[in-house]
């Protein structure tokens, strides 16, 4: 029996607020001020001839194209050519993305990076969006962002626990200075139905005080036959200059799902692989639709503080408390036992978290003839706590017939799971410097001191975790070339602790990774864009893989070897060019007897192609946009690796006319000939999404 606690239990956002203040407090005693993350535009014009894209995914504005990483960015104005209502659609034509592996889900977004799992590698301004404990996945709305960056490798020097594959960071929308207002209406297949607002500016006529509200609610039925989920998001924000030198800009968001979940689990008998009873349609909902509950809602309240001290030094610190309440109630095929039939399975959560994030910066430059150095001091800390109640039934209800449904043949479950106390603290230090010499070459060097405390209790007991120290390392350089090529070479460093056990009980290792990379920048002075290209060797150790039983299993090692080429840019001042191909080569050991195997679920070669073409003259106003992408064949993960899953080509289509300034109409349709494929096996398999239409009408003012 647990003793009783010798203070007051204090609320979890008292707790936060103390943390928060405690952290600010210390840093001002060191004599740096905090302040906030200063987001940057997406494209910088630097001159009328070229489009320079700057960014923040490396903690500090500067330009992509004079960075040694391979980095990627989707701006706002591309969110909205390509409709993208879902967040795992952002990256669909980019290179080094795996997006929507799983097929359309309602549940959760995915993303795989290089060939590994992004589950962990979600943020929002600069802090973690916590995605743990099985389904207790923070949710991000596309809507409320201004634009979504991408830092490919391992980024652990500067973000501390960080899967090898890389780090996303959504930027939110802010309030700007001047007065502006958005009213969106959209209509579509699947009962789509959407009604966005976005209103920002100056409050009663002040430069000093802006705000921003959006808001958002949406509905639909899911791909899957007797799904569906509504959404209800708002995010409210506030800007204050404080002084000359000083600003803080307050930022909310709620978002509640509920509805019955897509629960896209499917054998490859019946889908990849034939059987004499055909295939089953994409649509065929083999869950329990009646049963099946997901209720999602979540929280969050933070600021970005900033000071400039001089003309040297800026400081900068972001903080975001965050909630998530969830009721996850998922009945799924298991495994088949007969040619007909199956067994069922019952996933069951029902529980909260509470998270706090606060991060802290000292950013100093300096200038001479021939030198511009940036250095970044910081450090930050991250708690996280989860407690909720876990049921699983792997003997759920009686035999199911998975090509003739019968819906109704269980009993309800008791509810008797087992009590789950989860959570992680770390805390961080790190440096980076930045020096440019003679305008010529670029140095980039880093490392970083992580401690990390993971709880996992079952029921009272502890099931693992402990305590972990980490030492990350980072660097880079880069030559700035004649005619716009800059050719670099950079090294890179990450490491996961992991919350949970094996299906057997024991207790999962930290996993480490680490990544050589080669590669070139090319923006020549006649072309209003960019093209990047990449080889890469990554390999994380002690690496997860799906089990297909209750959780995953920790093998040897996971080897990633690729070769990836991007492109954007305006071929002529009416035509929008997108391109990307990436080569992926992914191996895993997971035992002493299988090594060296590929691994499931990544394809070799993905390619993709997006063009926008702005009618001219007395078609002004007219907007025609079309795509299509690759996704080559993959396999089943390592144990099931005899499965094959086919090669697929997907189209997209849109067009747009603004009648007038104020108004536009747009259509945009995905999957345009309704190819039917699966977009990936890892034990289940997964159907993609089908054909969607969705109609807008939008109002500026």
């Given at each position: 029996?647990?003793?009783?606690?010798l203070f007051p239990r204090l609320s979890p956002m008292t707790v936060a607020i103390r943390r928060g203040l405690g952290l600010t407090l210390s840093?001002?005693?060191?004599?740096?001020?905090?302040?906030?993350?200063?987001?940057?535009?997406?494209?910088?014009?630097?001159?009328?001839?070229?489009?320079?894209?700057?960014?923040?995914?490396?903690?500090?504005?500067?330009?992509?194209?004079?960075?040694?990483?391979?980095?990627?960015?989707?701006?706002?104005?591309?969110?909205?050519?390509?409709?993208?209502?879902?967040?795992?659609?952002?990256?669909?034509?980019?290179?080094?993305?795996?997006?929507?592996?799983?097929?359309?889900?309602?549940?959760?977004?995915?993303?795989?990076?290089?060939?590994?799992?992004?589950?962990?590698?979600?943020?929002?301004?600069?802090?973690?969006?916590f995605r743990e404990g099985g389904y207790f996945w923070w949710s991000t709305e596309p809507f409320g962002l201004d634009s979504v960056e991408l830092?490919?490798?391992?980024?652990?020097?500067?973000?501390?626990?960080?899967?090898?594959?890389?780090?996303?960071?959504?930027?939110?929308?802010?309030?700007?200075?001047?007065?502006?207002?958005?009213?969106?209406?959209?209509?579509?297949?699947?009962?789509?139905?959407?009604?966005?607002?976005?209103?920002?500016?100056?409050?009663?006529?002040?430069?000093?005080?802006?705000?921003?509200?959006?808001?958002?609610?949406?509905?639909?039925?899911?791909?899957?036959?007797?799904?569906?989920?509504?959404?209800?998001?708002?995010?409210?924000?506030?800007?204050?200059?404080?002084?000359?030198?000083?600003?803080?800009?307050?930022?909310?968001?709620?978002?509640?799902?509920?509805?019955?979940?897509?629960?896209?689990?499917?054998?490859?008998?019946?889908?990849?692989?034939?059987?004499?009873?055909?295939?089953?349609?994409?649509?065929?909902?083999?869950?329990?639709?009646?049963?099946?509950?997901?209720?999602?809602?979540?929280?969050?309240?933070?600021?970005?503080?900033?000071?400039?001290?001089?003309?040297?030094?800026?400081?900068?610190?972001?903080?975001?408390?965050?909630?998530?309440?969830?009721?996850?109630?998922?009945?799924?095929?298991?495994?088949?036992?007969?040619?007909?039939?199956?067994?069922?399975?019952?996933?069951?959560?029902?529980?909260?978290?509470?998270?706090?994030?606060?991060?802290?910066?000292?950013?100093?430059?300096?200038?001479?003839?021939?030198?511009?150095?940036?250095?970044?001091?910081?450090?930050?800390?991250?708690?996280?706590?989860?407690?909720?109640?876990?049921?699983?039934?792997?003997?759920?209800?009686?035999?199911?017939?998975?090509?003739?449904?019968?819906?109704?043949?269980?009993?309800?479950?008791?509810?008797?799971?087992?009590?789950?106390?989860?959570?992680?603290?770390?805390?961080?230090?790190?440096?980076?410097?930045?020096?440019?010499?003679?305008?010529?070459?670029?140095?980039?060097?880093?490392?970083?001191?992580?401690?990390?405390?993971?709880?996992?209790?079952?029921?009272?007991?502890?099931?693992?975790?402990?305590?972990?120290?980490?030492?990350?390392?980072?660097?880079?350089?880069?030559?700035?070339?004649?005619?716009?090529?800059?050719?670099?070479?950079?090294?890179?460093?990450?490491?996961?602790?992991?919350?949970?056990?094996?299906?057997?009980?024991?207790?999962?290792?930290?996993?480490?990774?680490?990544?050589?990379?080669?590669?070139?920048?090319?923006?020549?002075?006649?072309?209003?864009?960019?093209?990047?290209?990449?080889?890469?060797?990554?390999?994380?150790?002690?690496?997860?893989?799906?089990?297909?039983?209750?959780?995953?299993?920790?093998?040897?090692?996971?080897?990633?070897?690729?070769?990836?080429?991007?492109?954007?840019?305006?071929?002529?001042?009416?035509?929008?060019?997108?391109?990307?191909?990436?080569?992926?080569?992914?191996?895993?050991?997971?035992?002493?007897?299988?090594?060296?195997?590929?691994?499931?679920?990544?394809?070799?070669?993905?390619?993709?192609?997006?063009?926008?073409?702005?009618?001219?003259?007395?078609?002004?106003?007219?907007?025609?946009?079309?795509?299509?992408?690759?996704?080559?064949?993959?396999?089943?993960?390592?144990?099931?690796?005899?499965?094959?899953?086919?090669?697929?080509?997907?189209?997209?289509?849109?067009?747009?006319?603004?009648?007038?300034?104020?108004?536009?109409?747009?259509?945009?349709?995905?999957?345009?000939?309704?190819?039917?494929?699966?977009?990936?096996?890892?034990?289940?398999?997964?159907?993609?999404?089908?054909?969607?239409?969705?109609?807008?009408?939008?109002?500026?003012?």
């Amino acid at each position: 029996m647990q003793a009783p606690p010798l203070f007051p239990r204090l609320s979890p956002m008292t707790v936060a607020i103390r943390r928060g203040l405690g952290l600010t407090l210390s840093f001002s005693l060191l004599g740096l001020t905090p302040l906030a993350l200063a987001q940057s535009d997406d494209v910088a014009d630097v001159d009328a001839d070229t489009m320079v894209v700057t960014g923040t995914a490396l903690k500090v504005e500067a330009p992509i194209l004079e960075t040694p990483r391979s980095t990627s960015q989707v701006s706002r104005e591309e969110l909205d050519n390509r409709q993208v209502n879902k967040y795992d659609e952002v990256f669909r034509y980019r290179s080094g993305v795996l997006s929507q592996p799983f097929g359309q889900d309602n549940k959760a977004d995915w993303f795989y990076i290089r060939g590994f799992n992004a589950e962990d590698s979600t943020y929002q301004d600069g802090l973690r969006q916590f995605r743990e404990g099985g389904y207790f996945w923070w949710s991000t709305e596309p809507f409320g962002l201004d634009s979504v960056e991408l830092l490919k490798g391992p980024a652990s020097i500067l973000y501390g626990e960080a899967p090898p594959g890389g780090v996303i960071n959504a930027v939110s929308k802010r309030p700007t200075a001047e007065r502006q207002g958005l009213i969106e209406l959209q209509s579509g297949s699947n009962d789509h139905e959407q009604v966005g607002i976005d209103v920002s500016g100056p409050v009663d006529g002040r430069d000093d005080v802006r705000y921003r509200m959006v808001g958002l609610f949406r509905e639909g039925d899911g791909t899957i036959e007797d799904t569906d989920n509504q959404r209800v998001y708002l995010a409210p924000s506030l800007a204050l200059d404080l002084s000359d030198d000083t600003s803080i800009t307050f930022l909310a968001s709620y978002l509640k799902d509920q509805g019955t979940p897509t629960n896209g689990f499917k054998l490859p008998y019946g889908t990849v692989d034939n059987t004499p009873f055909g295939k089953l349609d994409p649509e065929d909902n083999l869950g329990e639709p009646g049963y099946e509950r997901q209720e999602h809602e979540q929280w969050a309240l933070g600021y970005e503080l900033s000071h400039r001290v001089n003309d040297t030094w800026d400081l900068e610190q972001n903080l975001r408390y965050s909630h998530l309440d969830l009721l996850e109630r998922d009945v799924y095929v298991s495994f088949l036992l007969d040619d007909r039939n199956a067994q069922r399975g019952l996933t069951y959560r029902d529980g909260d978290y509470d998270a706090i994030t606060v991060d802290n910066r000292a950013i100093g430059r300096w200038y001479t003839d021939r030198l511009e150095n940036t250095l970044l001091l910081g450090f930050d800390y991250q708690d996280l706590d989860i407690d909720y109640d876990n049921y699983d039934d792997f003997a759920f209800g009686s035999p199911f017939d998975i090509f003739d449904p019968e819906y109704g043949n269980f009993t309800p479950s008791s509810r008797n799971g087992s009590d789950h106390e989860e959570g992680k603290e770390q805390l961080g230090f790190y440096a980076q410097n930045q020096l440019r010499v003679d305008d010529r070459w670029i140095f980039l060097a880093g490392m970083r001191h992580d401690s990390v405390d993971v709880t996992n209790r079952i029921d009272g007991q502890d099931n693992g975790g402990g305590s972990e120290d980490e030492m990350s390392f980072s660097g880079g350089v880069m030559y700035l070339g004649d005619y716009g090529i800059s050719p670099y070479l950079s090294y890179s460093e990450s490491f996961s602790p992991q919350i949970g056990t094996d299906p057997d009980g024991n207790a999962y290792q930290p996993s480490e990774g680490e990544q050589w990379e080669l590669g070139v920048k090319y923006a020549p002075n006649w072309l209003d864009g960019y093209v990047t290209a990449s080889v890469f060797d990554l390999e994380e150790s002690d690496t997860l893989y799906v089990s297909g039983q209750s959780s995953n299993r920790q093998g040897g090692k996971r080897e990633s070897q690729g070769f990836e080429i991007e492109g954007v840019g305006y071929v002529t001042d009416d035509l929008k060019v997108t391109a990307a191909y990436t080569y992926t080569d992914v191996r895993v050991d997971i035992s002493r007897d299988q090594d060296d195997i590929r691994a499931g679920l990544i394809p070799r070669n993905q390619a993709s192609l997006w063009v926008d073409y702005a009618a001219p003259g007395v078609l002004h106003g007219l907007n025609i946009g079309t795509g299509v992408r690759y996704v080559g064949e993959s396999v089943d993960s390592p144990q099931y690796s005899d499965t094959q899953v086919d090669s697929y080509t997907l189209w997209d289509a849109k067009v747009s006319y603004d009648f007038t300034p104020q108004w536009t109409a747009q259509v945009n349709v995905n999957n345009l000939t309704d190819e039917e494929y699966v977009s990936g096996c890892e034990y289940w398999c997964y159907y993609g999404e089908e054909r969607s239409v969705v109609g807008s009408l939008k109002y500026r003012f």
